[in-house]
DNA sequence: CTCGGTATGATAGTAACACTATCATAAACG
DNA sequence: CGTTTATGATAGTGTTACTATCATACCGAG
């Protein structure tokens, strides 16, 4: 249950079992939902994204799919939450033996920034596609009037987590520096708005042109990171 | 036209015109719609607002209100872009005589934290509702499947000037700083965010005991913003 | 004062959306 | 063998997001 040595071995992901209704991991309907739902949501965007469009695509029916999620937000909630979970579990794996925290954070916002290669072994789920809708969709998830219930409700935490995690590291890098949280919060935001705005409005962002937006996004944030750091 | 001297004269906000159909600001049913569309997404939130519950409140119909804005998402495009306008003409207002750069980004940064203390006579608007929808929706303007067209049609213009405008100060500060656009559309994403977060997920900021959250939020950007500018 | 445009209101209608309910059925499990 | 359990099929409801049409009230030009 807790590690999986096997490359092979299915990635179990334990999520708040509020997120659902009935669990997507647990059934052929339910795996179907989750990545198809992706790939959709990826082609036309979440507005556009109803559970109809989704139940004629899988050919199942809409009912159906009311079965494992109240509504479209919460399956939102679920994907990025199931995204977070991913990427805390990809940095714990790849940074574990490293015993140099500033080497660790770097390492971090690596992986943070090429989100995209999740192994697509790990679930049937398109990972490109998945990082996308993180990129694109994931403010909406906590943006609603009942930001406060949902919280309570735990479905955050998958992100919280994560966030502390990194925040840890960083207080081990500088004990002192004041801001920990804050300094993790908006990394992990910029990093999806950067993305965002290379792609869409680049007016914000200093492209260059021989790189990548990846790389100029983790360039800047691993410069920004240290610089507030010492 | 041009400029109006005298305090009592109404602040005349020009917007690209393709964010509305009829200018709201000519006619009274337009101020009205405006006025009252920010205390009602205020209250009930962007999602859960509709042109009919607007119409029913300012005892207009529906009909009426969408020959002013072709959908609500326009009507948010337009009034955060107002916003942005504003918080130009007061970053204008209250900097054009301050000569050394650091002194004026540092001043901007005041203006962006507390964005709220919209001067009620700007106009009838309610500058503290309009501020808290800047921070729960803005975001809601470009996470769309139609960022590349609106952005196209200049909707997003008053942002960009914004943040052309500070990014210009950066420049100013530090010449050789390869990102002043990215640390600029950080800087603005991440005051929203930080307030966010500091009123909803708490845990993914450093909130002190006797400091307020602008106050924190300040203190943080100003930190991060000059220590990544030397 | 009349004429013509312009802004608004009143009313109706439509297709899609966001569900909820009920009943049938087939597989899986004990 | 009987009973859960998951799914499908179908129907229905209230709301949303518009669009269309027509009436009316006002306002400025001739």
Redesign the interface.
């Known amino acids: 249950m807790e590690t999986h040595p096997f490359a092979n071995t299915h990635l179990r992901i334990e999520l708040n079992e509020r997120l659902y209704l009935r669990d997507p991991q647990q059934t052929d309907l339910g795996r179907r939902l989750m990545a198809e739902s992706i790939k959709l949501i990826d082609e036309?965007?979440f507005?556009?994204f109803t559970f109809k469009r989704l139940a004629i695509r899988i050919e199942s029916t809409e009912a159906s799919l009311y079965r494992y999620f109240e509504n479209k937000h919460r399956l939102l909630v679920y994907l990025v939450s199931w995204y977070w979970a991913w990427l805390s579990y990809q940095i714990r794996f790849h940074t574990h033996n490293v015993p140099n925290p500033a080497e660790r954070l770097r390492l971090m916002l690596r992986i943070l920034t090429r989100g995209h290669q999740c192994d697509a072994a790990t679930m049937q789920v398109d990972g490109a596609a998945l990082y996308r809708i993180v990129v694109?969709?994931a403010?909406?998830a906590?943006?609603?009037?009942d930001?406060?219930q949902d919280?309570q409700a735990g479905l955050?935490r998958e992100y919280?987590r994560l966030?502390?995690g990194i925040a840890a590291v960083v207080s081990e890098i500088n004990p002192t520096y004041?801001?920990?949280?804050?300094?993790?919060?908006?990394l992990l935001?910029?990093t999806r708005?950067?993305l965002?705005?290379a792609q869409?409005?680049p007016?914000?962002?200093?492209s260059a042109e021989q790189k990548t937006a990846e790389e100029?996004?983790y360039?800047?944030l691993e410069?920004?990171v240290f610089?507030?750091l010492?």
């Open positions: 036309i965007g507005e556009q694109n969709e403010s909406k906590y943006l609603t009037k930001v406060d919280n955050f919280k966030a502390a004041p801001y920990p949280h804050m300094l993790v919060s908006t935001e910029a708005k950067q965002f705005f869409h409005l007016s914000l962002t200093n100029t996004v360039a800047f410069n920004l610089k507030a010492t």
